[in-house]
């Protein structure tokens, strides 16, 4: 019985998650994403979703901020290692809106950009993640 729970208690935590993600745009659940934290999850799911949610607010400068103030930069680096392309896609986007002056040193690290530029060269194998990366390094990196 304990273990049928737990499996209840997982799909109800992705569904939430993935429901928040997927409407992370609207200004009204900018409030509820705030208080949900799936980036540190096990679950691939809850992470592909928290990061989902992620890339999908953080437009908003309010939003960016938000994120980066609670620690999320090194979480949404750690998803570009995913075996999960969308949590990939979703960070590479991330980072895009989140990187800027302010923060730039903490994303625009050597080892960062190497993966980065490892996912630019990749069109053979995803052109989402080709044209991602390459759209961060035009904006962020060629102006170094």
């Given at each position: 019985m304990l273990?049928?729970?737990?499996?209840?208690?997982?799909?109800?935590?992705?569904?939430?998650?993935?429901?928040?993600?997927?409407?992370?745009?609207d200004p009204y659940n900018y409030n509820f994403l705030r208080q949900v934290n799936c980036m540190t999850e096990s679950n691939e799911k809850l992470v592909e979703f928290g990061v989902g949610g992620i890339c999908n607010s953080c437009?908003?400068?309010?939003?960016?901020?938000?994120?980066?103030?609670?620690?999320?930069?090194?979480?949404?680096?750690?998803?570009?290692?995913?075996?999960?392309?969308?949590?990939?896609?979703?960070?590479?986007?991330?980072?895009?809106?989140?990187?800027?002056?302010?923060?730039?040193?903490?994303?625009?690290k050597p080892e960062v950009v190497?993966?980065?530029k490892m996912y630019a060269a990749a069109e053979s194998v995803s052109v989402s993640f080709s044209n991602l990366a390459n759209a961060f390094l035009d904006k962020h990196v060629s102006q170094i």
């Open positions: 273990d049928r729970d737990l499996r209840i208690e997982r799909k109800t935590k992705e569904r939430i998650a993935a429901n928040l993600a997927n409407f992370a745009y437009v908003d400068p309010e939003n960016a901020a938000a994120i980066t103030s609670c620690g999320g930069i090194p979480l949404i680096i750690q998803c570009l290692s995913s075996p999960v392309r969308n949590t990939v896609n979703y960070a590479l986007g991330a980072l895009y809106y989140i990187c800027n002056e302010s923060n730039k040193e903490e994303i625009v190497d993966v980065i």
